[in-house]
């Protein structure tokens, strides 16, 4: 039912380090003494904070839970999915928070309304220690029956009976991941508000959990959480956008004994797999990236700053996407590393592509070459679209010129840039197109042939061999990337992968931004 992906993120290289005094702000309230002044800078520079614009930032005021949710979401990239439907009746699409609360609405506590209907959110109301306790535990991927012992918090602090009893097991694990801490007093204090400097801190402390956190090795290279939270958010917008959305069949099995969780859990790992197997490929053959590529993703990734309006709304764009810059950056290296392997051992006449010969023979047997006038049709415009058809097919019967009709007449804007016409095999047209053009003789024009695209007329062209030996390099480039492909997943099944046993347990929903 699953085919194994195989995704190249193809994305704007990004590689330039940039450095805390280029966009830090510093705030007039938290001097070098303050006891937060190093995470603040650091969420600072980041743009995940901000201050009132008179250049302060309040650390002593207490976070509400909007402005919590904000937080949340910049520090650990939560996608936003929205559709613009209010999910809660107390926030509405209009308010400034609204994104920020969908966003991380999976990891943030609701409270129900008068019918039991987890409804509301309360985003004028402080952020309290357990809300945030239990919000940093779901986001690492911990289920609530993870705590090494179930007790910790009833037995460590002396006011347990005023922490809410369903988030026991997640003040249990917080506590024990030292996530968050009691006071010296022996109390958690569950309900008391946390101030803006607090919440920086815990942030940062989880963010840096979920970095340090390893779930796998693949090819001796660590796998961190953060690196694969990003990655699993990725396939499962690839599956989304194919089409088949998870967020409601996490822990349904959907292939076999496999969930989609499970599913998940596989294709992103497999981008490891894949990135590991350009590594030994690259090494194998002494490709490395040079200065002057490293120079090209710099210059890439300056240009995308300036196109997002500066660095902070460049980070906010990855965000929102679910992505986090350290993983754009890694993904984007690999990219680089790709098109470098493509280019130094799989283009025609280089020592890992097929040779010249077989691919002109593959495209002699196999393949068709065409040009057609499209003229696009709906179903409120069929009738009038098909007349405009006829009598074009009638002026190519008359003998006129079919360049000179797809000058005047053709809607397909690829015919622009195929000017020899498309060269093609089975299976990469619409059904109806390639039959067609299969059907045809050369030099022969067919009828009208209807796709959901609208009315085609087609004509089959001469495929010789000196044609194809004269644009070897356009049509090799399929043959080229399956020899890539191939050498990639043969190489890939000698990459040793080691699981850690935090990974079998890891709780996809919070992370993925999806109700559990």
Known sequence: MFKKL??????????????VSAFASE???VPDSHWAKAEISDFSLKGIIGGDGNGTFAPNEVVTREQFAKMFTLTFNMPFRGNNQQSFNDVSVDRWSYKYIEACKAVLNSYPDSSGAESSFKPQDYATREDIAVSLVKILGFSENDAADS????????????ISQSLLPYICIATENALIKGYANGTFAPQKGVTRAEAVVLLYRAKQAQINTIIATVGGVEISLEEFSNAVKQSFDYFKSMDFDMSEMLFDKVDGDKTASDILKDEAMRSFT???????????NNIILTDE?????ADKRIKDIDSSGGYSEFLNNLRFTGVSEGYYNY????????????????KIGKPLAPSEESVISSILNDYVRVKHILIQATEENTNEKLKIAQDVLERVKAGENFDSLIDEFNEDPGMDTETNGYVFTEGKMAKEFEDASFALEENQTSEIVKTNYGFHIINRLELTKEFIEENIEQYSEEFCQSALQEKLQETEQ???????????????????????
């Open 331 to 346: 993904v984007n290296r690999y990219s680089m590393l790709y098109t470098k392997i493509n280019e130094s051992l799989f």
């Open 6 to 19: 195989r995704i190249i993120l193809i994305a704007p290289a990004l590689l330039l380090i940039l450095t």
């Open 274 to 284: 894949l990135f590991a197997a350009l590594d030994k490929v690259a090494n194998d």
């Open 27 to 29: 705030f007039t309230d």
């Open 494 to 516: 000698d990459i040793e992968v080691i699981y850690t046993e935090r990974f079998s347990r890891l709780n996809l929903a919070p992370i993925l931004g999806v109700k559990g």
């Open 293 to 297: 590529d490293e120079k090209i993703i």
């Open 151 to 162: 007790d910790t918090a009833v037995k460590k602090f002396s006011d347990n009976k005023s």
